[in-house]
C-alpha cells in the first residue's frame, strides 16, 4: 500500500512540475512575442542607473501628477479614461514609477525615500516643473503625503483617488500569511501562472470601455502581462509599512489642499470596513487646512467609472478652495 500511495505522489509531482514547465515555457514564448509591441510612449529618463517612463500631454502652467495604486501594471492607459479628461485644458504627467508600464524594474527595497527621489527627478529631467497637483491612487497616497510633508513648496494640492492613508498602513500591518502571499503570488508570477488568470493581470473593466483604441488594448495587456506583480510590486508592498511609519512621525502636511475621493459601492456601504474608511479620511481631513471627502459609488478602480466626476469635483476645488493663492 505505501508503494503505491508513494508511486501516485511521485506521479503527481511529476505532472505538476511538467505543468509548471510548460507553462513556465509558454510565458517565454508570449513575452518574446508581445515585445514587439511595446514601443515606449512617453519619455525615458535615466535615474538611478535604470530607466524611468513620463507620459506627458496637455498645456498648463501646473501639472496634475498621476500616480497609479499597486499592480496597476500599464499606467499610461489604464488610467486614460481619466487623465485624458484633464488634458483637454491642463498639462498632465503619468509617472510609471520602477516596475511599471515602460519603466525598469529596479529591484531596490522600495522605500519611500527612494521612491520620491525617484519621482521628483524622472518629472524633472522629463520636463516637469512644480509646482504640481497630485493625483495618487491607493498605495501612491502614502508617497503624495510624503511628498506634501518634505517638500510643500512643490505641491498645489492633491486629489487623492481613495487612497490608502499612512496611519491605515500602520494600524493594519501585514500579518505572516498577507506577507507570504505576496511572496508566493511573485513567485507564481516569475513561473507564468499568472497566464491562467487575465482577470488578476489586467482590469477588465478597461477592455470593456472604449477610452482606449483596439491596439491600445493589446498594448496594455501586453505590457501587464510582463510587469504584473513583479519584484518592485512585492517590495512596494513589503515595505508599506515602514514607509508609511515614516510618513506619521513627521507632522501632517496642513498646508497643502487635499480633496479626498471615498469611493464606496452600493452592496457594502453600510460594513464596518467601510465605515471605519470613511472616518479615518474624515479624520485626515480634520488636520489639513483645507480638505474636502467627496464620497462617489464605485469600486477602488474609481477613476474607470466616474472619471467625469471626479474630473468636475477636481476642477472645482482648485478653483474654489485653492485658486491662485500663493504657496
Given amino acids: 500500500m505505501r508503494k503505491i500511495v508513494k508511486k501516485i505522489a511521485i506521479y503527481f509531482i511529476a505532472v505538476i512540475l511538467i505543468g509548471l514547465v510548460a507553462i513556465f515555457s509558454y510565458d517565454r514564448y508570449q513575452l518574446s512575442k508581445e515585445s514587439k509591441l511595446l514601443d515606449t510612449n512617453g519619455t525615458l529618463v535615466e535615474v538611478d542607473h535604470q530607466k524611468i517612463n513620463v507620459y506627458t500631454e496637455g498645456d498648463g502652467q501646473e501639472t496634475y501628477v ?27 504627467a503619468v509617472i510609471e514609477r520602477a516596475g511599471y508600464g515602460y519603466s525598469d524594474v529596479s529591484k531596490d527595497e522600495r522605500d519611500i525615500d527612494t521612491l520620491l527621489a525617484q519621482t521628483r527627478e524622472a518629472l524633472q529631467k522629463s520636463g516637469n516643473k512644480p509646482p504640481y497637483i497630485l493625483v495618487p491612487h491607493s498605495i501612491s497616497g502614502v508617497e503624495a503625503i510624503y511628498w506634501a510633508q518634505k517638500y510643500p513648496e512643490e505641491i498645489k494640492g492633491i486629489i487623492a483617488l481613495d487612497i490608502g492613508l499612512p496611519s491605515q498602513y500602520v494600524e493594519h500591518k501585514m500579518g505572516v500569511i498577507d506577507l507570504w502571499t505576496v511572496k508566493g503570488m511573485n513567485l507564481l508570477t516569475k513561473l507564468g501562472v499568472h497566464r491562467l488568470t487575465p482577470s488578476q493581470v489586467y482590469n477588465p473593466e478597461v477592455m470593456k470601455q472604449s477610452f482606449l483604441s483596439a491596439e491600445e488594448k ?5 505590457l501587464s502581462y510582463k510587469q504584473v506583480f513583479n519584484d518592485d510590486m512585492k517590495n512596494e508592498l513589503l515595505h508599506v509599512y515602514e514607509n508609511s511609519l515614516k510618513s506619521e512621525a513627521l507632522p501632517k502636511p ?11 459601492t452600493e452592496q457594502n456601504k453600510d460594513s464596518n470596513f467601510t465605515k471605519y474608511h470613511s472616518q479615518k479620511y474624515a479624520e485626515f481631513a480634520e488636520q489639513i487646512n483645507i480638505a474636502e471627502v467627496k464620497e462617489l459609488s464605485g469600486t477602488h478602480s474609481i477613476y474607470l467609472y466616474k472619471p467625469d466626476e471626479i474630473y468636475n469635483l477636481a476642477i472645482a476645488f482648485m478653483k474654489t478652495k485653492v485658486g491662485s493663492k500663493e504657496r
Fill in 218 to 222: 493589446e498594448i496594455y495587456k501586453a
Fill in 254 to 264: 496642513k498646508d497643502t489642499p487635499i480633496l479626498i475621493i471615498d469611493a464606496i
Fill in 66 to 92: 498621476f500616480m497609479a495604486g499597486s499592480g496597476v501594471a500599464a499606467p499610461i492607459y489604464e488610467m486614460k479614461g481619466l487623465y485624458s479628461k484633464f488634458s483637454q485644458g491642463h498639462k498632465i
